[in-house]
């Protein structure tokens, strides 16, 4: 008898997609498109929309390097943001726990 195989597909919102590039420009300096792509796991064409918000919020930029190549990478307002971020998510987890207990 064959068993299934179930696979639990978790969509992830779109403030995990940005935190997801955020860090993957952080952790891996500037990126060229393809390697945002594989690093934070966004197809092409949803991550340029992705990218594109991530530039007029100021947390990303472009970069040229040598003969016209473009790369991503984050700026020093993204980095704080994505700090922030971070704080916030392992405090969460610590005020919930909190709550449960009273």
């Known amino acids: 008898m064959l068993q299934e195989i179930k696979t639990e597909t978790v969509r ?9 590039i955020l860090e993957a420009l952080f952790h891996s300096g500037p990126l060229k498109l393809t390697h945002v792509m594989r690093n934070a796991n966004v197809n092409c064409s949803m991550l340029r929309e992705y990218l594109d918000f ?4 100021g947390l990303i930029e472009v970069k040229i390097i040598g003969k016209e190549r473009k790369v991503y990478a984050i ?6 943001v994505l700090k922030q971020f971070k704080e916030l998510k392992e405090a969460l987890p610590n005020s ?7």
Do not use: F, W, Y
């Not at 992830?12 to 997801?20: G, T």
């Not at 700026?75 to 704080?80: M, N, R, S």
């Not at 919930?96 to 009273?102: F, G, P, S, V, Y």
């Open 12 to 20: 992830r919102s779109q403030l995990e997609i940005h935190v997801n």
């Open 54 to 57: 991530l530039i007029k919020q």
């Open 75 to 80: 700026t020093q307002l993204g980095v704080t």
């Open 96 to 102: 919930a726990r909190l709550k449960r207990k009273n």
